[in-house]
């Protein structure tokens, strides 16, 4: 995991800070909290900075008379191989298309995905100013106090969406905020994705998008502060298609003292692979832990960093394979979802691109073939 889930933290603000004007200026940072909210670390759902897509999403030329939203759908629909891959479940929104016609401020829909355990939307935030755009690329070794931090602690500066304002979620912006940001039309293109529990089907909700000052004080000890909030959008479920694949025997794999594992099978969607797994680990991992002093804490990190490595050892092979005898590596995970009782899914994206699930024939993980059937 390369960022933890901002979970049930931002919502507990004074609605009186909610509703104050942003304030993306750098002096913001080093004044006194409105409310700071302490809240624990747990590792349930986070995409984070690992966005290959957005990654290699530069801005473009205006084409001439299109607006940078329209320029935006179209770059994603091309850098996701939509119509190489036949990708039938993939959802684009109306835009507006000259640029005298395209919102300042708020959130404008570019397209969505359901990959069977999240509903992925693409964005433009507007309004996004290169001021915000230099906040949210720093990094600060002091608190909002000016205080020193711990040497493993630092601020920083990052966007995450909400649904309606109860969890928070990474926005996946690009390592560099940068390389989706236009200066001219103060806009900047970035993705999130929301469990599909979150947003159940035939279910409207407000997704919204917000800036927060955050704190990373150890690797279980977080604080937030809200900078300002982006705009929002209805949004619904979209349509899915998915192919699970149940293994014909389940892949064992041990992970020493801590115990054993098994891949019970995969869900295969156009854009990645969920794989299905249990292990002993389940049970102490997807709960609110509370330590009684440091030597618990630090049992508790080093279980959950041996179980996670044991995973991606096994994840770090995988490919799918297709009719023509090609193949698709599929990425490390990204993240878990919630368990049910001791089954726990890990969530894997292709790096970018797409595929087309109908020329899949077979799942290889861990040195073994499984037919796709």
Same mark, same amino acid.
Request: proline share 4%; glycine share 8%; net charge negative.
């Given at each position: 995991?390369? !960022? ?11 609605? !009186? ?5 942003? !304030? ?350």
């Amino acid at each position: 995991m390369n !960022r933890e889930l901002l979970s049930r933290a931002l919502c507990e603000i004074d609605e !009186r800070y909610i509703a104050e004007a942003c !304030r993306p200026v750098p002096e913001a940072a080093s004044g006194s909290p409105g409310r700071i909210v302490t809240m624990r670390k747990k590792r349930i759902i986070t995409f984070a900075l690992a966005a290959a897509l957005l990654l290699a999403l530069g801005v473009t030329a205006y084409a001439i008379g299109v607006s940078i939203h329209r320029r935006r759908q179209e770059e994603l629909r091309a850098q996701l191989q939509i119509d190489e891959n036949q990708v039938a479940d993939y959802v684009e929104y109306p835009v507006a298309e000259e640029p005298e016609k395209a919102p300042a401020k708020g959130v404008t829909l570019l397209s969505a995905m359901n990959d069977g355990e999240f509903q992925r939307f693409w964005v433009v935030l507007n309004g996004v100013t290169p001021e915000m755009i230099a906040r949210l690329e720093s990094s600060e070794q002091v608190d909002w106090e000016g205080k020193a931090l711990p040497a493993n602690g630092h601020r920083y500066c990052f966007i995450y969406a909400t649904m309606d304002g109860e969890n928070y979620f990474d926005a996946m912006s690009p390592l560099n905020f940068q390389r989706g940001y236009d200066s001219e039309s103060q806009t900047l293109t970035t993705e999130c994705a929301i469990p599909l529990h979150e947003l159940e089907q035939g279910r409207k909700a407000e997704l919204r998008f917000v800036m927060a000052d955050c704190i990373d004080y150890e690797l279980d000890h977080s604080e937030a502060e809200l900078v300002c909030q982006l705009g929002s959008a209805a949004v619904e479920r979209t349509g899915q298609a998915v192919r699970t694949v149940w293994f014909s025997e389940p892949l064992s794999f041990s992970n020493g003292v801590y115990g054993k594992g098994e891949f019970l099978g995969a869900e295969i969607s156009a854009s990645g692979v969920n794989w299905i797994l249990r292990h002993d680990g389940v049970s102490q991992m997807y709960r609110n832990q509370e330590f009684t002093d440091d030597a618990q804490r630090q049992a508790y990190l080093e279980l959950e960093r041996s179980w996670l490595a044991a995973i991606e050892e096994v994840e770090r092979t995988a490919a799918v394979n297709f009719a023509d005898g090609s193949s698709r590596e599929v990425g490390l995970p990204l993240s878990s979802s919630e368990p049910e009782g001791d089954i726990v899914k890990d969530a894997c994206l292709f790096g970018g691109g797409t595929i087309n699930l109908d020329q899949v024939v077979s799942i290889t993980i861990g040195g073994k073939t499984f037919p796709a059937a």
